[in-house]
């Protein structure tokens, strides 16, 4: 049983029909195919709603992996003694879109800071309206005016984001590929997703992101923070 993740291919796509597979202990609905991206990378499952094929809507407050290699999806329903869809039965999802493509533009506003800040990232999260990641610096001395002007070149600059795949092999040939420190891109399948910004980033990443650079919108630092002897977090928000 696995699930056809289409944000991975198109994260514009907003809704679809999809057949129930089966139900999770914890009383999550697994799907055939979804648009629900789920919680990894740092980044929040989407919220939505469940159609049934009788009309009743079903309110999903997120999406999770079942599984460590990330092939199967649960949708998670807001109200856990809602009635569950039986197997079998086709159903249609819908993403809450204006909270999606919140978080696509700033995931994509996240990569543009790994490459304005060229060290290793030891942590992050993807939030509508707050994101930060943590570097791994030895001397601070940043600052968050300069940071915020070379992102909004960055933004201006309208690159194409793009993705394609590569094999589990020829990652662990180029390691230098993975920025991220504390969490490696996930493994095991036989392929590795790499999201492109031209010009400006290439690396592993499952998430969601925007097209070009120009649909981030104005982006500032808003806080840099010394969280230990080598660790700075850099908070980004909306300007």
Known sequence: MTTDCLFREDAY?????AQVLGVTDAGGIVVDRTVFYATSGGQPG????????TGATIPISGAVYTDPAKT?????LADGTAERPAVGTPVTLAIDWDLRYRRMRMHTAL???SAVLAYPVTGGSVGEDDSRLDFDIPDAGLDKDEITAKLAAMIAADAPVTTRWISDAELEANP??????SVKPPM???RVRLVEIAGFDLQPCGGTHVRRTSEIGAVRV????????QNRRVRIGWA
């Open 188 to 190: 095991g399948s036989g």
């Open 222 to 229: 808003t806080q840099i923070e010394k969280k230990g002897k």
């Open 13 to 17: 796509l907003t809704e679809c029909r």
């Open 46 to 53: 989407d919220r939505g709603k469940l159609v049934t094929q």
């Open 176 to 181: 230098g590929l993975v920025k991220t420190m």
């Open 111 to 113: 990569h543009l800071l």
């Open 72 to 76: 199967v999806i649960a949708q998670i």
